[in-house]
């Protein structure tokens, strides 16, 4: 009997479900225009360039009003210090520019500041907000900047005039120490002479 119980419940329970309907990809939408060799650039209000975007090729979107990127290179500048460029392989573009996703591995580089610090930054999947100055990212992530080399899962990068980044987990920091010559040279010791005692 408790079997029979158990068996129509499972019974019951099929026919008032309704069957799931398959998941079919979002279409993206038809293109309506392309461009090649595309290079935008954004000034402030003061005319002073902001950021510049270049793509072997641009392909928008009606449907939402998104860009997709072949090849893109987003260069950011920020006060009188050197810009950070940043490369990847794939990307899409928001329908106002505001946020930037480069899909696939990613290069951040930026060259020596005042300090002489350099930095070169691997990761993949990265978000970007360029009016923000801010990238993050959930997969691993290597940045050198020598002597500091620093890596780990997941990574939150501020790329203002002062590069302030947290890396979430799994974190390693590396730290070369380069040891500074002696400014004084060392006095050389002469061995004691043996003499007789007065």
């Given at each position: 009997?408790?079997?029979?119980?158990v068996g129509g419940t499972g019974w019951?329970?099929?026919?008032?479900?309704?069957?799931?309907?398959?998941?079919?990809?979002?279409?993206?939408?038809?293109?309506?225009?392309?461009?090649?060799?595309?290079?935008?650039?954004?000034?402030?209000?003061?005319?002073?360039?902001?950021?510049?975007?270049?793509?072997?090729?641009?392909?928008?979107?009606?449907?939402?009003?998104?860009?997709?990127?072949?090849?893109?290179?987003?260069?950011?500048?920020?006060?009188?210090?050197?810009?950070?460029?940043?490369?990847?392989?794939?990307?899409?573009?928001?329908?106002?520019?505001?946020?930037?996703?480069?899909?696939?591995?990613?290069?951040?580089?930026?060259?020596?500041?005042?300090?002489?610090?350099?930095?070169?930054?691997?990761?993949s999947n990265v978000k970007i907000l360029?009016?923000?100055?801010?990238?993050?990212?959930?997969?691993?992530?290597?940045?050198?900047?020598?002597?500091?080399?620093?890596?780990?899962?997941?990574?939150?990068?501020?790329?203002?005039?002062?590069?302030?980044?947290?890396?979430?987990?799994?974190?390693?920091?590396?730290?070369?120490?380069?040891?500074?010559?002696?400014?004084?040279?060392?006095?050389?010791?002469?061995?004691?002479?043996?003499?007789?005692?007065?």
């Open positions: 009997m408790l079997l029979l119980i019951l329970a099929q026919r008032l479900t309704p069957p799931a309907e398959p998941i079919e990809p979002k279409p993206k939408g038809t293109v309506d225009y392309y461009a090649v060799n595309l290079l935008r650039t954004i000034a402030d209000e003061a005319g002073k360039t902001k950021n510049i975007l270049y793509a072997e090729r641009l392909t928008h979107y009606d449907n939402d009003d998104h860009s997709e990127l072949e090849k893109p290179v987003l260069t950011m500048f920020s006060g009188d210090g050197p810009p950070w460029v940043v490369h990847g392989e794939q990307g899409t573009v928001s329908s106002r520019g505001s946020e930037v996703f480069l899909k696939g591995p990613v290069l951040v580089l930026r060259d020596a500041d005042r300090n002489g610090r350099t930095v070169r930054a691997e990761a360029p009016d923000e100055e801010y990238g993050e990212t959930d997969d691993f992530v290597q940045i050198v900047s020598p002597p500091d080399e620093l890596s780990g899962v997941g990574m939150q990068a501020h790329f203002g005039k002062a590069f302030k980044v947290t890396v979430l987990s799994s974190v390693r920091r590396r730290h070369d120490v380069v040891r500074a010559p002696d400014a004084r040279p060392r006095r050389k010791v002469r061995p004691q002479q043996a003499g007789k005692r007065k």
